[in-house]
């Protein structure tokens, strides 16, 4: 007599024909299920004969395809080395009516530049600044709410530019590295509770205020020396208009872009917080 308990293996040839009928199940109540594991299977052997990986935002931020700057790299670095250097910078962004209209103008012209962006305007208009940092500018904070940070209290100090940070960090997964405090206003505790190294700038052509493109690079042209950094917004049609011929006629003065990080790594500083800077 066998020992095996009756219907033993019948067990086994139940549960496959019942994993059989589970399937069929399935199949019957959701036939798009085999439509849809057919298609990512499809998608993922595609993806895999076309040698496609998806980047993170980390890997694209090292591997801007259509910027010059973007490759910033010991060789461009080697480029820079000697050369008269400004860093464009452009504040109170991003904005919708000004900025794209920017961006366009800095690839046609294949220069690069920083953005110190505004949190409230960043929140407002995620896809410009991603743009921006993709086409490789520098993004850094101009704060959260363009309080004058020397007429808040520490701990609002701190709380402004922390939400700034995370603001940006969200849609450009990364954090800035640099802070521009609102009219250039910073004081001891500004220094003490921004974590990151203040930058101000060396050439002011009162873009916000003078709002006449001719004027602005005249201005900016009589101020600008090596190692630079020049004040803009790019929240001005009148700014953004005086770029184009900017860069045209620095270029003619032998000056050379690059980002505010890239131009003090470039002058061999390193930049630290509780500290701020005018130029390099
Ligand atoms: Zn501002």
Redesign the pocket.
């Known amino acids: 007599m066998s020992a095996l308990p009756q219907g033993s293996q019948c067990m086994s040839t139940r549960a496959k024909s019942s994993s059989k009928n589970f399937l069929t199940r399935i199949n019957i109540r959701f036939p798009w299920l085999k439509l849809v594991a057919t298609v990512v299977v499809g998608v993922l052997i595609i993806l895999n004969l076309l040698d496609v990986t998806v980047p993170k935002l980390d890997d694209l931020s090292d591997n801007f395809p259509t910027t010059p700057m973007s490759k910033h790299s010991k060789a461009t670095e080697r480029i820079l080395e000697g050369k008269k250097l400004v860093a464009l910078t452009f504040?109170?962004g991003p904005f919708p009516d000004t900025t794209p209209r920017l961006l366009d103008i800095l690839t046609e012209k294949d220069a690069i530049a920083t953005f110190f962006s505004l949190g409230l305007m960043a929140r407002s208009h995620p896809d410009i600044l991603k743009r921006a940092f993709y086409e490789g500018h520098e993004i850094a904070s101009?704060t959260m709410y363009?309080q004058n940070l020397n007429s808040i209290t520490p701990g609002a100090v701190e709380s402004d530019v922390n939400e700034a940070t995370a603001v940006i960090k969200s849609i450009i997964g990364r954090t800035p590295a640099l802070t521009r405090p609102?009219y250039g206003a910073y004081n001891q505790n500004v220094l003490d509770y921004t974590k990151t190294p203040l930058i101000l700038w060396s050439v002011d052509p009162q873009d916000w205020l003078i709002r006449d493109p001719t004027s602005i690079i005249n201005i900016a042209m009589s101020q600008v020396h090596d190692g630079a950094i020049i004040l803009m917004h790019d929240i001005y049609p009148t700014s953004v208009e005086a770029v184009p011929t900017l860069i045209d006629t620095l270029r003619e003065n032998g000056y050379e872009f690059t980002t505010v990080s890239e131009l003090a790594k470039i002058r061999g500083l390193k930049l630290a917080p509780k500290n701020a800077y005018r130029n390099f």
Do not use: A, F, T, Y
């Open positions: 504040d109170d101009h363009h609102p």
